[in-house]
C-alpha cells in the first residue's frame, strides 16, 4: 500500500465527509505532524518508484523470464 497510517499519511473509510474534516482539521493544527508525515511519504515513494528500483525490478523480470524452460523464450 501507499498510505501507512499514521506514518505517510491518513485513512478514512470512503463516504466518511466527517472523518475527513477531523483528520484534515489535525493536520491543520499539528504541523511538525503534518511535516514529519511529509518527509516520511517522500521517503517512501523515492524507495519504491526510484529509476533504480524500476530497472532493478525489470532485470529480475527479464532473468526470471530467460531461466524458464518453459519454450516460450528462446
Known sequence: EMIESDATGL???????DELAAYLRTL???RPRRAAMGRRARALVGERFSLQT???????L??????DDSGFVE
Open 54 to 60: 524500476h530497472v532493478d525490478r525489470l532485470l529480475a
Open 62 to 67: 527479464y532473468r526470471e523470464a530467460l531461466a
Open 11 to 17: 485513512l478514512f473509510s470512503p463516504g466518511h465527509a
Open 28 to 30: 491543520w493544527s499539528d
